[in-house]
């Protein structure tokens, strides 16, 4: 019974140091190499608040399992057992963590006078956790098992991966139009070209310096939406007006393609609430990609039109399409169906993902629905009024 008062209190104190995560790996060590044994001999700690405390602790969201000296379970959480695929005929401490292979000895933990904590990082199947281990004692300074507390960090992990990807990401698609400037420009100061030559790479230079410009300007937009730097404008206007100002705004490229573009607003669309710069970027970014990924002379149709509490435009090309793998993966940055393509039509592979995140902001969607050689679809939903 003292055994078990013990290990109450030692899930209390797991419970405070979760609750200040933030100093979790420094507090561990206090707690658990010096509990404070002396709350629970003529503490006045009774039946009833050991069973409050086990329903915390069966409760937790963290794992935590205690082991004795002989590295067999005493207590394990319902988190705990599911994070590491705990079965039935799992009772030690080699059963459990034996098989992963860690650099993790109980004997090491038990017996040595310096042992404090250690912290160890692994992967469970589609699950990334980080488990504590720690000695717990008794009142004589004895040591009478391992506690391990155990984290699921997956989100934490895939948010690293994420970064990670994003700035080599983005110091690659910096680097490829650097390297044409320097390139061309070293190229032009070192010999003496025609005018012919010298403004074709005149050109090329100042194309790589726009598209570099637009990359710059997309990621500082991407920085002002994740930091809620800029704050949302939002306001009353009539949605269809913004659709065909946008539509006005690219004739000059529906031109080039000798397109054929049809917009069609349904009567009585209530005016939206949003940030009108926000739509209008959304509407125009998903306009431009409908022009440039539908061969010349395309159709496409763009419908103005009302449901329950959501306005939505709804545009429709004959393009070449998006495969069905890529649909899941077209919302993230720097993700091209056709990376050669983009690139070369002008594309940052940051457009659709700016969309939505300006959507998102707004209380608003966006949907996609393509088929290779046939066209693409696009719903964009914008609320008519403040969500409560």
């Known amino acids: 019974m003292e055994l078990q008062m013990l290990i ?9 140091l979760i609750i200040f995560g933030i100093i979790i790996k420094k507090y561990l ?15 006045g700690v009774t039946n009833d608040d050991l069973d409050i405390n086990n329903s915390i602790f069966m409760h937790m969201t963290d794992g935590i399992i205690a082991f004795d000296r002989d590295g067999k379970i005493i207590l394990i959480n319902p988190a705990a057992q599911k994070l590491m695929n705990v079965l039935p005929e799992h009772n030690n401490f080699d059963d459990i963590f034996g098989r992963l292979h860690l650099n993790i000895n109980l004997e090491k933990i038990i017996y040595l006078e310096n042992w404090t904590t250690t912290e160890e990082r692994f992967q469970i199947e589609d699950r990334y956790v ?3 281990f720690a000695p717990f004692k008794k009142e004589n300074d004895r040591t009478v098992g391992v506690i391990a507390v155990i984290q699921d960090i997956t989100e934490h992990v895939k ?8 700035i080599a990401d983005v110091s690659h698609e910096l680097k490829t139009p650097i390297t044409s400037i320097m390139g061309y420009a070293d190229t032009l100061l070192e010999e ?3 005018k012919e030559t010298q403004s074709k790479f005149l050109s090329v230079i100042a194309s790589e310096a726009r598209r570099m410009a637009k990359l710059v300007t997309d990621l500082l937009t991407l920085s002002k939406n994740d930091s809620n730097k800029e704050d949302v404008k939002k306001e009353l206007f009539d949605l269809g007006e913004l659709v065909k100002k946008c539509q006005d705004k690219l004739a000059i490229e529906i031109k080039k ?15 939206v609430y949003a940030d009108k710069d926000d739509i209008e970027r959304v509407v125009l970014n998903i306009l431009t990609n409908s022009i440039k990924y539908t061969k010349d002379g395309g159709e496409i149709k763009i419908y103005v039109g009302f449901v329950y509490n959501d306005a939505y435009i709804k545009i429709f090309d004959n393009g070449i399409g998006i495969p069905e793998e890529d649909l899941t993966r077209i919302f ?5 169906v056709d990376k050669a393509r ?24 966006i949907d996609i629905k393509s088929e290779v050689g046939k066209g693409t679809e696009v719903v964009i939903k914008v609320p008519t009024k403040a969500k409560e």
């Not at 594309?347 to 209380?363: E, F, H, P, Q």
């Open 8 to 16: 109450a209190m030692i899930v209390i104190d797991i419970i405070v």
């Open 29 to 43: 060590k206090k707690k658990f190499m010096y509990p404070k044994t002396r709350l629970i001999n003529g503490s």
């Open 130 to 132: 980080n488990t504590f």
């Open 159 to 166: 948010l690293d991966n994420m970064r990670k990807e994003f």
């Open 192 to 194: 003496e070209y025609d």
């Open 257 to 271: 393609k000798n397109h054929e573009v049809k917009c069609f607003v349904t009567a009585e669309v209530p005016n």
């Open 332 to 336: 993230e940055r720097f993700y091209r």
């Open 342 to 365: 983009s690139r070369e039509m002008g594309g940052t592979g940051l457009g659709l993902s700016i969309a939505k995140d300006l959507l998102d902001r707004n209380g608003g969607s």
